[in-house]
């Protein structure tokens, strides 16, 4: 099982990024997938999580109306687009998977955002 996240790196206060998440070794179509993330010194907090078939979306409210999150279920995908974005959303970005008990994370990867 992987989940491999990209598109991560620095970024200008208002810029934008969008990080992608590339799933294998499990039914990705079944599972619920989130992105959570880590900033230094706090704990890991959830940032938007969809539905196995993407219907349905949830965000934090620190970046709603600025994050979307997606999905492909055909290429294994979750990506998560994040616009104006603000030095607070610096932190290690965490693709997960959840279906019932069994919950899958990625590795992390580390936005910046700093003039």
């Known amino acids: 099982v992987q989940l491999v996240e990209s598109g991560g790196g620095l970024v200008q206060p208002g810029g934008s990024l969008r990080l992608s998440c590339v799933a294998s070794?499990?039914?990705?179509?079944?599972?619920?997938m989130k992105w959570y993330r880590q900033a230094p010194g706090k704990e890991r907090e959830l940032v938007a999580a969809?539905?196995?078939?993407?219907?349905?979306?949830n965000y934090a409210n620190s970046v709603k109306g600025r994050f979307t999150i997606s999905r492909d279920n055909a290429k294994n995908l979750v990506d998560l687009q994040m616009n104006s974005l603000k030095p607070d959303d610096t932190a290690v970005y965490y693709c997960?998977?959840?279906?019932?008990?069994?919950?899958?994370w990625g590795k992390g990867i580390l936005v910046t955002v700093s003039s």
């Open positions: 997960n998977g959840i279906r019932g008990l069994t919950e899958y």
């Open positions: 070794g499990f039914t990705f179509r079944q599972y619920v």
């Open positions: 969809i539905s196995s078939a993407g219907g349905k979306t």
